[in-house]
């Protein structure tokens, strides 16, 4: 199994107080694996515009790995959005991991005058769009005719000089079907991966990358999750808190589900003090509990 990785939400709000910059730094400082995040462009609120963003964090940054949690293909034209993260790739020293999603914000779609289509034809762009990537990535002229998009003796220069991890957020049978077939990761939400059902998806992820001839154990999974450390515990629903023995206790849980990796999302009035508490008290246990094999199986 992949190693167990933690990761820290970076929120792309631009209200005042948000350092994004010194949250980043931060959390490099005190150990966490990767920093995500999301990708919205219409003003559901003042928000940054994620490739920025987080183009802004690489610069000011040396070793932590920067996550698109995940670009919502119908915003870019795939084999562009190949280019850039190539570009993202060879300046921040290979960390990015490039998260691709087939879009659910239909109303972004149509505000931004994109197009819409049944979320069927969304999951074929997402297929399109992976493909297009990796064709380009692997040099010379690529042609892709495309259920949605397409390429024509398509060609970028120079290509990445390593495999740049592609995962994806998906939760319909056939989006899981595409990640155990063709992704690097799987990074789905609490709300949507609810953890009654996701070791049931993780099955058909695992089934999928078998019969595609793939090792399951090198995929990573990756659960997002808002989280309080010191919160009122399950008094909260969709969230993952209480003390730090009790929030620990519940990532243990969710590894002996399946998932080797974890995107926090911090959600009190303190999320500096919640970064500490996580580093300092959570992780640490989590890491620990495992390495015993005192994780309850």
Same mark, same amino acid.
């Given at each position: 199994m992949k190693t167990l990785q933690f990761g820290l939400n970076i929120p792309t709000t631009t209200a005042p107080g948000n350092d994004p910059i010194g949250w980043?730094?931060?959390?490099? %400082?005190? +150990?966490?694996?990767?920093l995500s995040a999301n990708d919205h462009l219409h %003003?559901? +609120?003042p928000r940054?515009?994620?490739w920025t963003l987080l183009s802004w964090i690489a610069a000011s940054t040396t070793r932590i790995r920067l996550a698109t949690r995940v670009l919502g293909v119908p915003y870019r034209n795939p084999a562009v959005v190949a280019k850039a993260a190539e570009t993202f790739d060879r300046l921040s020293g290979g960390r990015l991991v490039l998260g691709l999603g087939a879009g659910s914000a239909e109303n972004e779609f149509r505000a931004l005058g994109l197009e819409t289509g049944s979320l069927g034809r969304r999951i074929?762009?997402?297929?399109?769009?992976i493909a297009i990537a990796r064709g380009l990535w692997a040099g010379g002229p690529f042609s892709h005719d495309g259920r949605v998009y397409r390429t024509e003796a398509a060609e970028i220069q120079p290509p990445p000089d390593h495999p740049i991890p592609i995962w994806l957020g998906?939760?319909?049978?056939r989006g899981l079907a595409m990640t155990g077939r063709l992704a690097d990761g799987w990074i789905p939400s609490i709300d949507l991966t609810p953890p009654d059902r996701a070791a049931g998806m993780i099955e058909q992820i695992v089934g999928a990358a078998r019969a595609a001839g793939r090792d399951p154990d090198q995929i990573t999974r990756a659960y997002n999750l808002e989280i309080w450390v010191g919160g009122p515990g399950s008094a909260e629903p969709g969230i993952v808190s209480g003390t730090p023995a009790e929030v620990a206790d519940r990532l243990v849980g969710f590894i002996a589900l399946g998932f080797n990796a974890f995107n926090l999302?911090?959600?009190s009035s303190d999320p500096d003090d919640q970064v500490e508490?996580?580093?300092?008290?959570?992780?640490?246990?989590?890491?620990?509990?495992?390495?015993?094999g005192a994780d309850g199986n």
């Open positions: 980043a730094r931060r959390a490099e %400082a005190l +150990g966490f694996d990767f %003003a559901t +609120g940054h515009e994620v074929e762009g997402l297929e399109d769009a998906t939760v319909g049978p999302n911090p959600v508490r996580l580093a300092g008290e959570v992780i640490p246990a989590v890491r620990a509990r495992i390495e015993t």
